[in-house]
């Protein structure tokens, strides 16, 4: 008793030493992590993990990073456990089948609540086995065949999305774009998955604030995401779910209602009306042929991860095109031209479908180019080091556990790889060269294929790359072919914000009908 009473006197007449000697001590470890050590960097990024978060809650964590790989090269440190790779050779490791790089807790933190539990989903599970298991019984539905399936959803989105635009035109009106776009994008993904939009294009607001809360969801995912135990302490803490009882997101709210509806929908035409073969439909098939894997839980987390990782990025990309597209007048002519052109031949229809749209190389390159300049991602792609850990070509060993990743963002801007204009917006580094032989051609365009991680690399590569893509390659042309469009200021920039997905604000366009 007396030893116990004299160790709480020393402790609390020297608390603030002790503080001191302790910090210093995790510290010094942070700083001499083995491996990454050897990695240049932040001279805080080497002492604590405080320095990345702090940098990406100040918005803008790409440019960092490009500043500092130009400054250090391939490799740098941006916490005492993370190294910023810029090399695409170790892309093929990184993210490559069988390599046994998981995602790391930063995709944790974005598993959201569903009365008040995680819900784990494609994009974000950590579990390598489940994540192969539940890929499995849906993959097809993602697939290049599905997509023309696809097709009449879109096309109907795509007259409501004019029919309001028109309202605009008429009224010459000015218009913020990008806001119509992300209404466009999240009323397709709920069409598709639910044969239902969210009603956003037909009201023109953001219904139940579901985008203010995924905005509000990326934000914290992306700044918690650099230091992801203090999500047990701000949200997925079990003190907190007690008390406030479980709290479910605005879009698992949707998908949930959505569920009901077509279960009730199912039970009452059971032998009339067969149900449109949205991703719903066809989630709900796979827990017939894989019951085992497929539950109700696993149906309602597909369609969640259909709405989380579908609508943003593909709003985001779209606003790029149409931005880097409109802010040069020399792109915007020989664009138009290669689509009227199509339009007079009778080549393209309206809205154009996805093989027209796959016949016009111009738009192809303008489309590339805007997604390598602004990938909807902007953070690293983290993967942990598996055992036997990671030589570093040219640069150091890293051991098992280290965290690694490429940001798109800045393997996009590698000079080496895209040319010394890297930075700027060009779309005919997509295209054959005058006086380029073909073999030299498909070379260089291989190599900056092989860089492009706009929808990531390996077995966790974006399953839904093929209905963005739909989704864009129809848009955009038809969009061109149906308005004459122009910034409001050609001369303003635009709006950014990265929190994982790289936002876009303050687009704002004045369109005219074309005759
Ligand atoms: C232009 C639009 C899109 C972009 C730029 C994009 C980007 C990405 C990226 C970079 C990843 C990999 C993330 C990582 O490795 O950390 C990813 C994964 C994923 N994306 Fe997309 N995405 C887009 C559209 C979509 C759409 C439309 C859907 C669904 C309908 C979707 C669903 C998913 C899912 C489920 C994953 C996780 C895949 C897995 O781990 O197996 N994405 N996306």
Not at 273 to 282: C, E, G, I, Q
Request: net charge positive.
């Amino acid at each position: 008793m007396a030893v116990f009473a004299s160790v709480v006197d020393f402790v609390s007449q020297n608390f603030l030493a002790l503080v001191g000697i302790g910090l210093i001590y995790h510290f010094t470890r942070n700083y001499l992590t083995p491996g990454v050590s050897s990695v240049p960097g932040p001279f805080l990024a080497k002492l604590s993990n405080v320095w990345r978060l702090v940098d990406v809650a100040r918005g803008r964590p790409e440019v960092t990073l490009h500043k500092l790989h130009q400054t250090h090269g391939d490799y740098v440190r941006l916490g005492p456990n993370v190294v910023s790779v810029r090399n695409p050779e170790v892309a093929k490791t990184i993210y490559g089948i069988n390599k046994g790089y998981q995602k790391t807790s930063f995709y944790r933190v974005q598993q959201q609540l569903a009365k008040g539990k995680p819900t784990q989903t494609l994009f974000t599970t950590l579990d390598e086995d489940f994540h192969a298991a539940i890929k499995r019984p849906v993959s097809s539905a993602f697939s290049m065949s599905t997509l023309t399936e696809f097709e009449p959803f879109v096309d109907n989105i795509i007259h409501l999305l004019f029919s309001r635009l028109d309202e605009f035109a008429a009224g010459q009106k000015i218009c913020d774009i990008g806001i119509w776009l992300q209404y466009y994008a999240f009323d397709v993904i709920g069409e598709l998955t639910f044969s239902k939009t969210l009603g956003f294009l037909e009201q023109g607001k953001d219904i139940d604030g579901i985008i203010a809360s995924l905005e509000k969801t990326l934000d914290y995912a992306g700044t918690i995401g650099q230091m992801p135990w203090l999500d047990y302490v701000f949200v997925k803490n079990p003190l907190k779910q007690l008390l406030q009882g479980g709290s479910t997101t605005a879009v698992a709210r949707f998908a949930r209602a959505r569920m009901n509806e077509r279960v009730s929908t199912t039970n009452e035409k059971k032998s009339t009306a067969a149900a449109p073969r949205d991703f719903l439909t066809r989630f709900t098939e796979a827990k017939s042929a894989y019951p085992d894997v497929v539950t109700d839980a696993q149906v309602f987390s597909y369609t969640i991860s259909n709405m989380n990782a579908g609508s943003d990025t593909t709003a985001i990309s779209l606003r790029a095109i149409l931005y880097y597209t409109l802010k040069s007048p020399r792109v915007m002519r020989k664009l138009q031209q290669e689509l009227q052109g199509a339009l007079s031949a009778g080549s393209v229809t309206l809205p154009v479908s996805w093989k027209q749209s796959q016949e016009l190389p111009y738009l192809d390159a303008v489309i590339k180019e805007a997604l390598r300049l602004h990938p909807a991602v902007g953070l690293l792609l983290e993967r942990i080091v598996p055992n036997g850990g990671l030589q570093l070509p040219r640069g150091p060993f890293l051991p098992a556990g280290t965290i690694v990743g490429i940001n798109p963002w800045i393997i996009h801007r590698q000079q080496a790889i895209f040319g010394t204009d890297a930075e700027s917006f060009v779309p005919e580094r997509w295209l054959r060269g005058d006086g380029e032989e073909e073999d030299e051609f498909q070379a260089r365009r291989q190599n900056m294929v092989r860089a492009t991680l706009t929808f990531g690399a390996g077995p966790r590569t974006c399953i839904g790359k093929n209905i963005s893509l739909l989704e864009i390659y129809k848009l955009i042309p038809s969009l061109f072919l149906t308005y004459d469009i122009e910034l409001e200021n050609p001369d303003a920039e635009w709006e950014i914000v990265n929190a994982w997905f790289v936002r876009q604000k303050n687009i704002d366009i004045r369109l005219r009908r074309r005759s």
